[in-house]
């Protein structure tokens, strides 16, 4: 597989899918986070330094068709900004506009195409009214199919070559993430630096980690997590729990959680994990004691009490100080450290302690020498929010893509570059 860093592009047309999926004011439409698009310029100048060209593509949000508030516009002028230079910007990633200028692009220019989602043919998902019959739906998908080869083939005619750099649609097999590899020779196609970047960090964690490795889950429920929690039982030495699905184990162990969130068709599952946990050796820790609110609102009267013992109408929405001295204990001694999911409602101020410390205390380990890797949008945020992510050694850009590259499971735009 060819590495982009071993690459030179001089005089060669690159086209690189990348993850522009940037939040918009909704009013100004200007972008209000450039996280993502600062993420894909270590690639867009090594392209343009060598003296290639390039396209870049991308979606932004969940357009069904041709939407303008979903336009790629407003990602121009902040690209421009980083880069220093101007882009060309082509209207519809597949009209006429886009095959000219990109025929026409010469060395060191940068063209950005219109979102790639005003087609459905990307996502490869047919639209059918509801009443449609399942002969109907099977034959509108096989007919998908072929117009997403189709947008794939014309795409990737633009460029002699392809470059995946979007970590965040990684797990989707559309048009431009996965299916245009189909068009490339093997030595013509690679990652960029972003994707490259996170599949390090994801493999030194699964795959070469030092010990003890303790992974910290967080976050609603435990129904988005079993996978992973399976895979990490095989690999950690401790598991945190905490965050809303903390009260689900505590309820299938015969605790008492009031009115907190519980998935009461996953209290068996919760038992064979605590019991899958013990057979691996793992260390499992749960919360000892839970802040309870008597209502959901960050001005709720809070009470605090053993996380078993949640009083009748209170919910429990956060971690409190015992936990938080037994899981801080239990990271500042880790070497390896993996966070995915909030400890408590975060986003309320009243409730967002647990979370906070769980951030300073993977900062403070990661001070002595651990690696830490923090998945996961909430994560991602209160690390950001605390000013913490220089501290950390990793901070993935991609929530669902990384989720399932530790579950294990192959990913789409992964596997289509590597050739599995
Ligand atoms: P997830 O997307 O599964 O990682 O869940 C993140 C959400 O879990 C955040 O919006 C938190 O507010 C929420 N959350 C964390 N702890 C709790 C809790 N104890 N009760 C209810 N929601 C929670």
């Known amino acids: 597989m060819k590495m982009i860093q071993d690459f030179n592009f001089k005089g060669k047309k690159a086209i690189v899918r990348v993850d522009f999926n940037v939040p918009l004011d909704k009013k100004t439409f200007t972008v209000t986070d450039d996280t993502r698009i600062k993420g894909a310029l270590l690639t867009i100048n090594k392209i343009i330094n060598d003296g290639g060209c390039l396209i870049l593509m991308s979606h932004l949000g ?4 041709r939407m303008e508030k979903y336009s790629l516009k407003p990602v121009l002028p902040v690209l421009e900004k980083l880069l220093g230079k101007k882009v060309l910007f082509a209207d ?20 950005l195409l219109e979102n790639v989602r005003f087609y459905p043919e990307e996502e490869g998902k047919p639209i059918l009214p509801e009443t449609a019959t399942d002969e109907e739906k099977k034959a509108a998908k096989a007919e998908m199919k072929i117009k997403q080869k189709e947008m794939a083939k014309k795409l990737s005619g633009y460029a002699e070559i392809y470059v995946n750099d979007a970590f965040g649609t990684a797990h989707r097999a559309h048009a431009t993430t996965a299916v ?31 010990h003890p490795f303790t992974a910290i889950m967080g976050g609603a ?40 969130l519980c998935e009461e068709d996953k209290l068996d599952l919760a038992l064979k994990l605590i019991e899958k946990a013990k057979e691996k050796k793992v260390n499992l820790y749960l919360p000892v004691d839970s802040l309870n609110a008597d209502k959901f609102d960050n001005d709720a009267k809070t009470s605090v009490t053993a996380a078993d013992a949640v009083e009748d109408g209170w919910l ?18 880790s070497k390896t450290i ?52 220089d501290k950390v050694s990793y901070v993935s850009t991609g929530g669902g893509a990384m989720l399932e590259y530790m579950e294990g499971k192959k990913l789409p735009g992964i596997t289509a570059i590597r050739g599995e």
């Open 62 to 65: 969940r357009p069904e068709g």
């Open 92 to 111: 519809d990633c597949l009209g006429e506009s886009a095959v000219k200028m990109s025929a026409a692009l010469k060395p060191g220019e940068v063209l």
């Open 180 to 210: 245009m590899a189909d068009y490339f020779p093997k030595d013509k196609m690679m990652f960029g630096y972003l994707i490259n970047s996170e599949l390090a960090a994801m493999d030194k964690v699964l795959n070469n980690s030092q």
């Open 221 to 260: 429920k435990v129904s988005d997590k079993i996978m992973l929690i399976e895979n990490l039982l095989n690999r950690v030495d401790n598991l945190i729990i905490g965050g809303g699905m903390t009260y689900t184990f505590i309820k299938a162990m015969g605790g008492k959680i009031g009115k907190s």
């Open 316 to 333: 429990g929405l956060d971690i409190a100080e015992k936990s938080i001295k037994l899981f801080s204990s239990v990271i500042e001694n």
């Open 338 to 389: 993996l966070w995915n999911g909030p400890m408590g409602v975060f986003e309320m101020e009243k409730f967002s302690k647990g979370t906070t410390a769980v951030a300073k205390a993977i900062a403070a380990a990661t001070s002595k020498g651990a690696y830490s890797l923090i998945g996961g949008g909430d994560s991602v945020a209160a690390i950001n929010k605390n000013g913490l992510a």
